[in-house]
């Protein structure tokens, strides 16, 4: 038997979320020693007698085996899970609570309660995504550092923080209250498509890690969709938006890991499969009222995704999708995308006067794209020099070695 | 052909659930590396890491070793091979050595009919 990728940290959190119902979530850390212990044992037992026929049954297990054992031997001395009270004291209903709680639906909204408890307000956003991606997707401190492009002790000392903060709400979020779920649910959108944005365009140099990270944000947002509370027609968006661009990976980046802008992707390494899911969940999303950042951006990858060669691109639609998007949300990033759209459509010339129009663009400034884009129409009208220009004003700010690679070729193409 | 016991010690029970995984993957692969050359004689046993010791005229029992130590058997497995040299050989790929202070003790099995 074979373990599929990444089984251990996906169970992680699977573990971590269900003995934090179980132990209280002032005892985070105790759930994530059983959790450390379940996986050892692991190790020690398949090397030896092979991995067994449900890995995930057999660590889930282990992780409730171990779970009574602290249960029994601490409960005079700590304070578990008020939320469960005197059930967990008495040897009569331990056992059986203990295991309604390993059920399976009980798993997926423990879950669910862990992923509203790290957006906390009293966090701000990317601790709640570090959060996330430490308790409910397994990610070590170093492999989120990286995956941040930050230092070990810097990522660490915002876990930390961030888990102390949790530990002391005393309880874990109620998702049974309608009322407090709907007013943090943006919130976990917020925090689910800052770490999708994270995989896609963020800064680390490993491709791996990052199509990681989009992966990740799709499982959560299914997550999402299957509980009746939380499965919004913004949510259906957001699941939307992640798939139809998530489909793109596979042509963002080539085998010598060499960016690719959408204009020049091999469209037929596009994942259709994904895409169809996203163009699924779009429908899904679009059939009430709601309008939200989320629909619109999905609704862009979709016009994208139907274009079989970027000449085919529907650019009126999608200039108008973004001026759509500066009204309910308006960015200077997404004015540059709509300028972006605005050049595609009428030329170079435009698109330059459409990023020069853009008011303060002083955040832009530092933003590697920025400048590469007005290199870019720059280059398509002929003026080659100023192209360079403004392609080396990009490279200074590339932030991995793709991104500088990538600008390397623009300047490179800007002396031919 | 003749017998060889590895015995093995080590403290490591750090890493993230990803680096667990793939040392676990690891291991297995020596093991069926090893099995399919007809080497492994019996994959051996996982040992719980704390336990009893008995000892002395008076079979006094105390607790020991202790699961933080770092001299305890992990578990064993017997093997075959030519001789000392070459069951040394094939026990420098177990994955264990990734982990800190890892070691395989390798001992020959006494023959019965020497």
């Known amino acids: ?247 793109r990976l596979p042509a963002r980046v080539d085998a010598s890991g060499n960016l690719n802008q959408l204009f020049d992707q091999d469209r037929s390494l596009w994942d259709r499969e994904l895409a169809g899911k996203g163009l699924k969940l779009l429908d899904l999303a679009a059939s009430g009222t709601e309008l939200s950042e989320y629909h619109v951006e999905a609704a862009i990858a979709s016009i994208h995704a139907a274009a079989p060669r970027v000449q085919d691109t529907d650019w009126n639609a999608i200039v108008s999708l973004y001026d759509t998007l500066m009204t309910i949300r308006p960015s200077p990033i997404v004015a540059l995308n709509r300028a972006i759209a605005i050049g595609q459509r009428e030329g170079p010339e435009r698109g330059l006067e459409e990023i020069r129009a853009i008011t303060n663009p002083d955040r832009l400034g530092k933003y590697p794209f920025y400048h590469a884009a007005l290199g870019e129409f720059e280059f398509r009208r002929g003026s080659q020099p100023m192209a360079r220009q403004h392609f080396q004003k990009a490279l200074a700010l590339a932030r991995n070695p793709m991104e500088r690679h990538f600008l390397h070729q623009r300047i490179a193409a800007c002396e031919c | 052909m003749s017998e060889f016991l590895y015995l093995y010690r080590s403290a490591d029970r750090g890493g993230s659930p990803e680096q667990l995984q793939q040392r676990m993957q690891k291991w297995m692969a020596w093991m069926k590396e090893l099995g399919a050359k007809g080497h492994i004689k019996d994959q051996g046993q996982p040992l719980e890491r704390a336990g009893k010791l008995v000892k002395g005229k008076q079979k006094t029992v105390t607790d020991g070793p202790f699961a933080e130590a770092k001299d305890v058997v992990g578990g064993y497995t017997l093997v075959e091979a030519r001789d000392l040299e070459q069951a040394v050989e094939l026990s420098k790929g177990c994955p264990i050595f990734e982990a800190d202070e890892g070691t395989v003790e390798v001992r020959p099995v006494m023959k019965m009919n020497m």
């Open chain 1, 1 to 247: 038997m074979e373990l599929s990728d990444h089984l251990f940290r996906r169970e992680a959190g699977r573990m971590v979320a269900t003995l934090t119902r179980i132990f209280g979530v002032c005892n985070l850390a105790l759930a994530e020693d059983v959790v450390q212990d379940a996986f050892c044992r692991a190790l020690e037992v398949w090397k030896f007698r092979g991995v067994p026929e449900n890995p995930s049954a057999w660590l889930m297990a282990t992780a409730k085996n171990r779970a009574l054992d602290v249960l029994r031997r601490e409960r005079t001395a700590r304070i578990f899970a008020p939320e469960l009270g005197r059930l967990l004291e008495s040897e009569w209903t331990l056992a059986p609570v203990v295991e309604e709680l390993f059920a399976a639906n009980a798993i997926k909204d423990d879950q669910m309660r862990m992923m509203f408890s790290c957006c906390h307000p009293r966090l701000p956003e990317e601790a709640q995504v570090a959060l996330i991606l430490h308790i409910l997707c397994g990610f070590s401190v170093d492999e989120i550092a990286s995956a941040f492009v930050s230092s070990h002790a810097a990522t660490e000392k915002r876990i930390t923080r961030a888990k102390k903060v949790l530990a002391q709400s005393k309880k874990l979020f109620d998702i049974a209250a309608s009322a407090d779920f709907s007013a943090r649910l943006p919130a976990v959108h917020v925090a689910v498509y800052l770490l999708f944005n994270e995989g896609y365009h963020g800064a680390s140099a490993e491709s791996a890690v990052r199509g990681e990270l989009c992966l990740e944000a799709i499982r959560l947002a299914a997550l999402l969709l299957e509980h009746p509370l939380a499965a919004t027609r913004t949510t259906h968006a957001l699941g939307a938006l992640m798939c139809l661009n998530a489909a």
